[in-house]
């Protein structure tokens, strides 16, 4: 299993598009139902720092995310955009979890 953090600060005037941009990734990989891959995105309180956690079975199911045309378009569109605080990724080793991840 493959676990990521990834946290970034958009300029305020982004944050919609940013937003949006989300919305057609996640709706793009609902469309797939790959059962290898879990991702989230959040928004904290500030409306333009945002938190992405993604679960992947292997690397295989990382690389469908990072070969996905709409998250490829948001990863360009988000570069263009100056973010005030660059995206920074982390991979997460678990621990432990109170429910099955896969």
Do not use: C, W
Not at 2 to 24: P, S
Not at 30 to 36: F, M, V, Y
Not at 81 to 90: A, L, R, V, Y
């Amino acid at each position: 299993m493959k676990a990521v953090k990834v946290q970034y600060t958009v300029k305020a005037d982004y944050a919609e598009t940013n937003k949006a941009n989300i919305r057609q990734v996640m709706a793009d990989l609902q469309e797939l139902a790959n059962s290898g891959i879990r991702y989230s995105a959040f928004v904290l309180e500030d409306g333009k720092t945002f938190i992405h956690f993604g679960l992947y079975t292997d690397q295989e199911a990382l690389d469908v995310v990072n070969n996905l045309p709409s998250f490829q378009s948001f990863r360009e569109q988000l570069k263009a955009s100056g973010p005030e605080s660059p995206p920074k990724g982390d991979d997460l080793i678990l621990v432990g979890s109170s429910y099955d991840i896969f």
